[in-house]
């Protein structure tokens, strides 16, 4: 019975962490001058030029705890909690949850999706500028005139 309230536990907490990782689903951040076509809800066009264009990796580094971290500490820790009976499976619990924890690290590690990616900075005609993030920039270069569809930057 306190197994499966240990169980229980772990697993209420592993979502609440999880779901504290969820991003928000924000509209584009690009404000067009230009009415949207009728009948598009969400569709937003602004134009502008090309201030500049910086290659980032989109590989992220060891971020302490992830997902994989999680899940694998809890599978360890249940595993290693049906091994043993006392102060054996309290060892055995703790170094299935460490055991488990390092390889769900490296299997999310190896699993991220990693590349390359472009930031490309606009200066709108409103004035403003902001930067966009895609994975690629096709024949765009610093100066181009370019179109800013749903977040997305096309060279016009």
Same mark, same amino acid.
């Given at each position: 019975?306190?197994?499966?309230?240990?169980?229980?536990? @772990?697993?209420?907490?592993?979502?609440?962490?999880?779901?504290g990782c969820a991003s928000?689903?924000?509209?584009?951040?690009?404000? @067009?001058?230009?009415?949207?076509?009728?009948?598009?809800?969400?569709y937003y066009t602004s134009?502008?030029?090309?201030? @500049?264009?910086?290659?980032?990796?989109?590989?992220?580094?060891?971020?302490?705890?992830?997902?994989?971290?999680?899940?694998?500490?809890?599978?360890?820790?249940?595993?290693?909690?049906?091994?043993?009976?006392?102060?054996?499976?309290?060892?055995?619990?703790?170094?299935?949850?460490?055991?488990?924890?390092?390889?769900?690290?490296?299997?999310?590690?190896?699993?991220?999706?990693?590349?390359?990616?472009y930031q490309i900075g606009?200066?709108?005609?409103?004035?403003?500028?902001?930067?966009?993030?895609?994975? @690629?920039?096709?024949?765009?270069?610093?100066?181009?005139?370019?179109?800013?569809?749903?977040?997305?930057?096309?060279?016009?």
């Amino acid at each position: 019975m306190k197994t499966n309230r240990i169980i229980i536990a @772990s697993a209420l907490a592993a979502s609440t962490f999880l779901a504290g990782c969820a991003s928000p689903g924000y509209p584009p951040a690009a404000s @067009s001058p230009y009415p949207a076509p009728a009948g598009q809800q969400g569709y937003y066009t602004s134009y502008g030029v090309v201030d @500049s264009i910086q290659v980032v990796n989109t590989a992220g580094g060891n971020s302490g705890i992830n997902a994989g971290t999680v899940i694998g500490a809890l599978a360890g820790g249940i595993l290693g909690n049906q091994v043993g009976g006392g102060t054996g499976r309290a060892v055995a619990t703790a170094a299935g949850a460490v055991g488990g924890a390092v390889v769900g690290n490296q299997v999310e590690q190896r699993n991220r999706q990693g590349g390359t990616a472009y930031q490309i900075g606009v200066r709108l005609d409103n004035g403003t500028y902001q930067t966009f993030t895609q994975e @690629s920039i096709g024949d765009m270069n610093i100066g181009n005139r370019v179109r800013i569809d749903n977040g997305r930057v096309y060279r016009y």
